[in-house]
């Protein structure tokens, strides 16, 4: 019986390999397997060049008296009062008193711009509303942390306004139950290094917290969280950035809906556990790093309903465990997948891998199978699909042997739906030919989860 096996993979092995070989051998052009027309995006952001600075000087009025310092002001305003902002203030501000609101009037009508050294506007109060506000130039130090706006006490909302020309946007600093909320954040464009940069919300040790509906560009990073527990991130939009959002060393954080693109990398998690990242958007993150969506040492995590879109990797795992990695389309980016440093125990399922230029590069030693009974849509995997259940009976390995001399010798893309090709496939998947390092899925679909996928590109 052993000999009768041995002969058998023999058999297979040699007729894989003069296959492929004679494949290659024809293979004269081919084309790249991306989807037909270019991509196609159009995102909803704010304008963020030409703001209009009122000319007028500015008046703070609480309890029907008028101030012509914003400072003067919130001193004298008892808690639970409202000071009311219009025109402009050149002074820097510091607000101590407890449920205050500060709200000026429509769009850069109340402006508060510092001095150029250090925060613009400090809150050192619970309770405190900051609405309709302009707040701009802070000093230059990233080792200072210059902001913006610093924030020093819990049950802080900063609301509809707008921060620009600052190293830190927002910076909340050990607090809990802050709210963020659609705020238009533009760093300093002078400052070319985007490592001298601050970035546009800080969220350093602050548990329970609600960022929502901000759009954030011309930083060093979007989100940046560091130490942070339970922060809800939802609906930003972040682009021409280092990272859209980054986490380190933050556990059960939410990221829903948010929109990054034309970064280095779209969303960068690293060094936390008990994530949920769904339904978020990554496209056309290149660069350096060129990641649509990093997972560096995250364990126990959802990534779900993602559409990570033309990035150089769309998705990249690296010394990863225990993650669902489920329902998220990846089109069109240069490397479907990266995996690496040990990252196994993933469940991997109802993804769509389409077109991208290779689908998965594995970096690893051992063969890892990510799923059992239902699997992954892949392009150009054509399954045995026996019972017509629309789930494949033969296992695919997307970094098999097939997949390595596409991606080493282009050319032979031509031929990856011949017959040789497809009995390379049947060869390594019934046999299997050889337990090669890389990824499997058991159960490859006929049909992507995802039938929108083409809306992200113009056809030729």
Not at 311 to 340: K, M, R, W
């Amino acid at each position: 019986m052993f000999e009768t096996h041995r002969a058998e993979r023999a058999f297979a092995v040699a007729t894989a390999t003069v296959l492929v070989l004679s494949v290659v051998a024809a293979a004269a052009v081919a084309g790249q397997d991306r989807p037909d027309g270019d991509l196609v995006f159009d995102p909803d952001v704010p304008e963020t060049d030409g703001f209009s600075a009122p000319a007028a000087d500015g008046t703070a009025t609480v309890a029907g008296e008028s101030y012509d310092s914003l400072q003067r002001a919130v001193d004298v305003a008892e808690p639970g009062q409202t000071v009311r902002v219009d025109g402009r203030f050149d002074e820097t501000v510091t607000v101590r008193t407890a449920n205050l609101t500060i709200v000026g009037g429509e769009p850069g009508s109340a402006l508060l711009h510092g001095d150029g050294e250090g925060d613009v506007l400090t809150v050192d109060a619970p309770g405190v509303t900051v609405s309709d506000l302009w707040v701009r130039n802070s000093g230059y130090s990233t080792a200072e942390n210059d902001a913006a706006v610093l924030v020093n006490a819990s049950h802080v909302t900063v609301r509809d306004s707008r921060i620009t020309d600052m190293t830190f946007g927002v910076w909340l600093n050990g607090v809990s139950d802050a709210r963020v909320v659609n705020n238009t954040i533009v760093g300093r464009e002078e400052i070319t290094r985007l490592t001298d940069r601050g970035n546009g919300i800080q969220i350093w040790k602050t548990e329970d917290s609600i960022i929502r509906n901000n759009a954030i560009t011309t930083v060093r990073d979007g989100l940046y969280y560091n130490w942070a527990k339970d922060v809800v991130a939802s609906n930003n939009t972040l682009w021409d950035l280092r990272y859209g959002v980054h986490y380190m060393y933050s556990d059960d954080c939410h990221l829903y809906n948010n929109t990054a693109f034309d970064n280095d990398v779209g969303y960068a998690l690293m060094v936390s556990k008990h994530l949920v990242i769904r339904d978020n958007v990554a496209v056309n993150n290149t660069g350096q790093s060129g990641h649509g969506l990093l997972v560096k040492s995250i364990d126990d995590t959802e990534i779900s309903g993602n559409h990570l879109v033309g990035n150089d990797n769309g998705l990249f795992v690296y010394n990863s465990v225990s993650n669902e990695i489920t329902s998220n389309l990846v089109v069109g980016n240069d490397v479907g997948v990266h995996i690496a440093a040990g990252s196994k125990d993933e469940t991997v399922v109802n993804n769509s891998f389409v077109r991208n230029d290779r689908a998965v590069l594995a970096v690893m030693s051992e063969q890892v199978t990510w799923n059992e009974s239902v699997g992954n849509y892949w392009s150009g995997a054509n399954p045995t699909d026996l019972d017509d259940d629309g789930v494949g009976e033969t296992r695919y390995q997307p970094a098999g042997a097939v997949q390595q001399l596409t991606a080493e010798t282009p050319a032979a893309r031509v031929f990856a739906s011949s017959p040789a090709f497809d009995a390379v496939r049947l060869a390594q998947s019934a046999v299997p030919v050889i337990e090669s390092p890389g990824v499997v899925d058991a159960r490859p679909l006929t049909e992507p989860p995802h039938d929108n996928w083409r809306t992200y590109y113009e056809r030729d």
